[in-house]
């Protein structure tokens, strides 16, 4: 069945070609297209959604504030934000807001699909260069100071997670199936105590686990 998607962004044309590119997919089919946040509670409810494309500049009410209000209303309903910008503030705003990832809008079509698959099956999809951001703001962190009992191989998962890469980089590189990286990356939620990506990198990078 069918994911169902919808978007909130206020360039119609981008509206238009997202739209089009979800329905043209087996995966997704497009429930909504929103030029504003301004009724978000009532279109998040009217359409059922599985996942929210979030845009980061809309008049009135802003991507990262409309993803607060998307957690305060619908729990964890996962959230993509989509911006033409790699600003250190906006992202970390977005993240702390919490947003399940965070793509640039000039990303591939190919990559753009997969990265809705990763985040309906718990993942934190980020653009690379945003990955290396993140990564960045965390670096004068404490080292750790706990041990989590991580194997090695789930080392080296967790960090290709922390670089962005994608479940199924991540199993390229590391010469298993997409099945084993999903099997690792749940053992690594259950030993960091933590429910989704977006906690698992921002956990690792804070502790230094990678």
């Known amino acids: 069945m069918a994911s169902r998607i919808i978007i909130f962004d206020d360039n119609q044309e981008r509206l238009n070609s997202v739209a089009m590119l979800l329905n043209l997919s087996a995966d997704f089919t497009c429930t909504g297209t929103f030029p504003n946040a301004g009724n978000l509670v009532a279109d998040i409810t009217g359409s059922t959604p599985d996942l929210v494309l979030m845009d980061i500049d809309m008049p009135g009410m802003n991507g990262i504030e409309a993803t607060r209000l998307v957690r305060r209303h619908f729990g964890a309903l996962p959230v993509l934000i989509q911006t033409n910008f790699e600003e250190d503030e906006r992202i970390f705003d977005s993240l702390r807001a919490g947003a399940n990832g965070y793509l640039l809008k000039k990303t591939s079509p190919e990559r753009f699909l997969e990265s809705l698959r990763e985040a309906l099956e718990g993942g934190a999809p980020m653009t690379g260069s945003i990955a290396a951001k993140v990564l960045r ?29 994608s479940y199924k980089l991540i199993a390229s590189e590391c010469g298993i199936t997409y099945n084993t990286v999903n099997n690792h990356i749940r053992n690594i939620y259950d030993k960091l105590y933590v429910n989704s990506a977006t906690e698992a990198v921002s956990l690792a990078i804070k502790e230094r686990l990678v």
């Open 137 to 165: 703001f965390f670096s004068a962190e404490s080292p750790a100071r706990k041990d989590y009992h991580l194997t090695e191989r789930e080392k080296h998962v967790l960090g290709f997670l922390v670089k962005g890469y």
